[in-house]
């Protein structure tokens, strides 16, 4: 029975590996950075005839939202790690050891 869990557990640490080593593209980043750029120098254009002035803060506010997102895919692009908002793997740790002791 212990056999399996600890397989179980090898290819977990596996996946999790996986997702540490796997960053996302510089290029995908940098192109994605551009795009919301554009979007945004070109989103006016598009609306200035039926928002008027409203478009200002429509225009900032979508930006804003579009630049969070990226801000945030950048943030947990490494989940593991000791940022203040990376996965508790210590937390996570000690419960998996605290559980391995009861079974043993």
Known sequence: ??????????????????????????SYSSFLKKFIALYCLTLPVGYVLSLH???????????????????????????FGVDANDLPTDRMAASIRKAVAELV
């Open 1 to 26: 029975m212990l056999n399996a869990e600890f397989q179980s557990f090898t290819e977990v640490c596996g996946i999790c590996e996986r997702i540490h080593t796997t960053p996302i593209p510089y």
């Open 53 to 79: 002035y409203w478009v200002i803060p429509v225009v900032l506010v979508v930006f804003y939202v579009l630049a969070s997102l990226e801000l945030i895919a950048e943030e947990i692009e490494d989940p």
